[in-house]
């Protein structure tokens, strides 16, 4: 509850003067793998001013796959009830694409709503569909970083609401310490050749990829829209939030949707 300044200091100077604080606008909380390591750096690079950002971990071994993904599901609702547990955030989201797949959007919601009742649930997953939606996006070519096993049920899911993917491909890398490695020129390079010439739209999987630093470029070079987890996270968390500021730093998405 906010304080109406009426309370006295305890130098008996009156009505200690209150405002609504630093995150004035919004206050979005995020559960993270426990071993991320790119997520709340890209999240603080896009969050407006106004808005706040708070992070909790769940646990999760460093080896990314099927099993590990799966195991994590139960940790969720635990890592969200401890984020800022006494002030009522306005949107909770679980940041893993692969394990949102994985596990599955209807099971991550029902966690995230088991630790912070009240707030909007979402997931990367989630706002990567509503941000191709917004840029047209349904004939997309996929990046990711995964083994083949994870990006089939990747591919399944998409196509099972909607999408049609062109290609997919992964950089078969099993551990997030060295996906978040990969460097921002290469990740340009890879997913300008896993793009077909039919696709509506790009879409880089993984927050561990540093992809918001090249979404511009990647922009410009291939005149088609880029939508990459952290981008297209912070954006469903904004607009669910009600914040809907454009900015042209970070591609079509933010300036148009």
């Known amino acids: 509850m906010q304080k109406t300044g009426a309370v006295e200091d305890s130098l008996g100077r009156g009505g200690i003067r209150f405002d609504a604080g630093r995150h004035h606008r919004a206050k979005i909380g995020f559960v993270l793998l426990a071993m991320e390591q790119t997520i709340e750096e890209d999240m603080f690079k896009l969050a407006p001013e106004g808005v706040g950002v708070h ?50 959007e209807d099971n991550v919601f029902a966690e995230l709503t088991r630790g912070a009742p009240g707030a909007k649930p979402t997931s990367i997953i989630s706002g990567v569909m509503r941000a191709l939606n917004a840029v047209n996006g349904k004939k997309i070519t996929v990046a990711t970083p995964y083994v083949d096993p994870v990006n ?9 609401r909607g999408f049609e993917v062109l290609n997919i491909q992964g ?12 460097t921002p020129d290469y990740i ?21 990829l540093r992809s918001v630093d090249i979404i511009k470029a990647l922009e410009a070079e291939t005149g088609k829209p ?7 996270m912070m954006w469903d968390c904004l607009r669910l939030a009600g914040v809907n500021d454009r900015n042209d730093k970070y591609g079509r998405l933010f300036r148009e949707s």
């Open 55 to 104: 992070f909790q971990r769940a646990p999760m071994a460093n080896r990314v796959d099927v099993g590990t993904l799966s195991a994590m599901a139960s940790g969720i609702g635990d890592a969200a009830a401890l984020i800022v547990p006494e002030v009522q955030l306005d949107v909770i989201c679980y940041g893993c694409t692969s394990g949102s797949v994985v596990i599955g």
């Open 152 to 160: 089939e049920i990747e591919r399944v899911y998409m196509e099972e």
């Open 171 to 182: 950089l078969n890398i099993e551990n997030d310490e060295d996906m978040v490695r990969v």
């Open 188 to 208: 340009f390079e890879f997913a300008r050749q896993v793009d077909r010439p039919g696709s509506d739209a790009i879409f880089i999987s993984c927050g561990a």
């Open 226 to 232: 880029v939508i990459t987890s952290n981008q297209a």
